[in-house]
């Protein structure tokens, strides 16, 4: 069973950086992609940032320029750079992973952006 395992999340005042890591039980070449969703109260679950496993990112329009997706397959590990943080980027973070047709998740990290 893969596990992912997320850390990075709390509190933060608006303008502020926080970096997210998963690490997952495999490695992340066995994925297809790996990357980060996110979902506030009430709200849809939404992708934030995804990297192929060739290597290939794409963000969502409201964090381009904003958050950076890396990753170091040496340590079967991703991240997600957050920059200028904003109020609305107040969510549980998620991690994914894909294979086939299959998605597998992290237990999720709160983010929060407030003064």
């Known amino acids: 069973q893969v596990q992912l395992v997320e850390s990075g999340g709390g509190l933060v005042q608006p303008g502020g950086s926080l970096r997210l890591s998963c690490t997952a039980s495999?490695?992340?070449?066995?994925?297809?992609?790996m990357g980060w969703y996110r979902q506030a109260p009430g709200q849809q679950r939404e992708l934030v940032a995804r990297?192929?496993?060739?290597?290939?990112?794409n963000y969502a329009d409201s964090v381009k320029g904003r958050f950076t997706i890396s990753r170091d397959a040496d340590k079967n590990t991703i991240w997600l750079q957050m920059n200028l943080l904003k109020p609305a980027d107040t969510s549980v973070y998620f991690c994914?992973?894909?294979?086939?047709?299959?998605?597998?998740w992290g237990q999720g990290t709160q983010v929060t952006v407030s003064s």
């Open positions: 495999e490695t992340v070449f066995s994925f297809a992609a």
């Open positions: 990297i192929t496993k060739d290597g290939t990112t």
């Open positions: 994914n992973a894909m294979r086939r047709e299959t998605g597998y």
